[in-house]
């Protein structure tokens, strides 16, 4: 059995290797079982999603992740992780069995996200917006109608190509194209191959890097830049180069003078467990171009303060797996054993959630945490 000894696993040349891996999302496709030899999961959690760069190869295979993450996220939620009943439309099949400590890998980071998400919202009295960036599959906005969160307007910005997969789903699948209309005032939705929006809902297909373009078309589809503004973006600067995000950050503090910015990546990556990581990767020719920036919580947060932010806070995913609520993190705990408490332990402190606001209203974004 893989156990007690994660550095030496990390060094093991026998690693399973797999085509259908999320490792940035926190996803495998890991089938436990008797016959099969030690995994590092790990180093899997990082193998798989390439650099932006300008080659568009690389960008296909960030864009194939979208894939792998709904489908850990059907998984994990199918087990009564959390319930998600909008997941379904994005991803028929549950799919292979997931190991256990990369559900609750998913589910501290799906929890851990919403609980700033939803105080921020909660902050505002929904009198805000949102904008996901990097949104890929995700079914925040419905969970929030149906929760009675709703922002004035919600907005998603991905790929076009993963745009226009989303906007088919939403358009053959009444249960998504429902809460669309019914929070619209007018007859018809502006409607073209990589953009969809209405009253409350706005997806937008265009790369992340295009600055000028994302604030030209996010104001085009009635962004207002004096609401109170939440932007989130799970595992996307990781994957730009320091000057691609720092002009993203700087872009957002430029635009909202009172906002707060949720970033879920890597961290911690400076210890051998993080260096063996990025190791692993460079010898698969797989670099991860904004590392820099996951040296440390300190660096996260100062990758903020940097670029106009005015105060900025980061924990590690074990931490904040710990503040979540006790009664459910039982709940959940009961679900599946879990033998490799000690990897499950070193996987979240590689992974962090740092936020930062900006606050000219005096809100009290700044006291808004786990």
Same mark, same amino acid.
């Given at each position: 059995?893989?156990?007690?000894?994660?550095?030496? @696993?990390?060094?093991?040349?026998?690693?399973?290797?797999?085509?259908?891996?999320?490792?940035?999302?926190?996803?495998? +496709?890991?089938?436990?079982?008797?016959?099969?030899?030690?995994?590092?999961?790990?180093?899997?959690?990082?193998?798989?999603?390439?650099?932006?760069?300008?080659?568009?190869?690389?960008?296909?295979?960030?864009?194939?992740?979208?894939?792998?993450?709904?489908?850990?996220?059907?998984?994990?939620?199918?087990?009564?992780?959390?319930?998600?009943?909008?997941?379904?439309?994005?991803?028929?099949? +549950?799919?292979?069995?997931?190991?256990?400590?990369?559900?609750?890998?998913?589910?501290?980071?799906?929890?851990?996200?919403?609980?700033? &998400?939803?105080?921020?919202?909660?902050?505002?009295?929904?009198?805000? *917006?949102?904008? =996901?960036?990097?949104?890929?599959?995700?079914?925040?906005?419905?969970?929030?109608?149906?929760?009675?969160?709703?922002?004035?307007?919600?907005?998603?910005?991905?790929?076009?190509?993963?745009?226009?997969r989303k906007i088919h =789903?939403?358009?053959?699948?009444?249960?998504?194209?429902?809460?669309?209309?019914?929070?619209?005032?007018?007859?018809?939705?502006?409607?073209?191959?990589?953009? &969809?929006?209405?009253?409350?809902?706005?997806?937008?297909?265009?790369? &992340?890097?295009? +600055?000028?373009?994302?604030?030209?078309? &996010?104001?085009?589809? *009635?962004? =207002?830049?004096?609401?109170?503004?939440?932007?989130?973006?799970?595992?996307?600067?990781?994957?730009? =180069?320091?000057?691609?995000?720092?002009?993203?950050?700087?872009?957002? @503090?430029?635009?909202?003078?009172?906002?707060?910015?949720?970033?879920?990546?890597?961290?911690?990556?400076?210890?051998?467990?993080?260096?063996?990581?990025?190791?692993?990767?460079r010898r698969r020719q797989?670099?991860? @171009?904004? +590392?820099?920036?996951?040296?440390?919580?300190?660096? *996260?947060?100062?990758?903020?303060?940097?670029?106009?932010?005015?105060?900025?806070?980061?924990?590690?995913?074990?931490?904040?797996?710990?503040?979540?609520?006790?009664?459910?993190?039982?709940?959940?705990?009961?679900?599946?054993?879990?033998?490799?408490?000690?990897?499950?332990?070193?996987?979240?402190?590689?992974?962090?959630?740092?936020?930062?606001?900006?606050?000219?209203?005096?809100?009290?974004?700044?006291?808004?945490?786990?």
């Amino acid at each position: 059995m893989f156990r007690n000894n994660v550095m030496h @696993a990390m060094l093991d040349d026998h690693i399973i290797h797999s085509q259908n891996i999320d490792l940035d999302r926190l996803c495998s +496709v890991i089938v436990s079982g008797p016959k099969r030899p030690p995994v590092q999961i790990l180093d899997l959690l990082m193998a798989a999603r390439q650099p932006f760069t300008d080659s568009d190869t690389a960008d296909e295979a960030v864009r194939a992740t979208c894939d792998d993450a709904t489908t850990c996220k059907r998984f994990a939620s199918s087990k009564g992780y959390w319930k998600d009943p909008y997941i379904q439309y994005f991803v028929r099949s +549950v799919g292979e069995r997931k190991a256990p400590e990369i559900n609750r890998g998913y589910y501290a980071r799906v929890r851990g996200v919403n609980n700033l &998400l939803d105080k921020f919202v909660r902050k505002t009295d929904c009198n805000c *917006q949102i904008i =996901n960036l990097g949104a890929g599959l995700d079914t925040t906005f419905w969970r929030l109608k149906d929760e009675n969160l709703m922002p004035k307007k919600y907005f998603e910005v991905d790929f076009p190509t993963v745009v226009a997969r989303k906007i088919h =789903n939403i358009k053959t699948k009444p249960p998504l194209s429902k809460p669309l209309i019914e929070t619209h005032s007018s007859d018809s939705l502006l409607l073209d191959g990589h953009s &969809l929006d209405s009253d409350r809902y706005c997806i937008i297909g265009l790369d &992340l890097r295009d +600055v000028v373009t994302l604030d030209e078309k &996010l104001r085009r589809f *009635q962004l =207002n830049p004096e609401l109170p503004t939440l932007l989130l973006s799970e595992c996307v600067l990781v994957y730009m =180069n320091p000057a691609q995000s720092s002009k993203l950050l700087h872009w957002a @503090a430029e635009t909202f003078h009172t906002a707060m910015f949720i970033n879920y990546e890597q961290a911690n990556m400076v210890d051998r467990f993080g260096q063996v990581m990025i190791e692993n990767l460079r010898r698969r020719q797989c670099n991860l @171009a904004g +590392v820099e920036a996951c040296r440390s919580l300190d660096s *996260q947060k100062e990758r903020f303060l940097q670029t106009g932010w005015e105060h900025a806070d980061a924990l590690d995913m074990m931490t904040v797996y710990g503040l979540l609520p006790q009664d459910d993190l039982a709940r959940i705990e009961s679900l599946e054993f879990l033998d490799e408490k000690e990897l499950l332990q070193q996987l979240l402190q590689h992974y962090c959630i740092c936020w930062a606001n900006k606050d000219k209203l005096r809100l009290g974004l700044s006291q808004l945490s786990f």
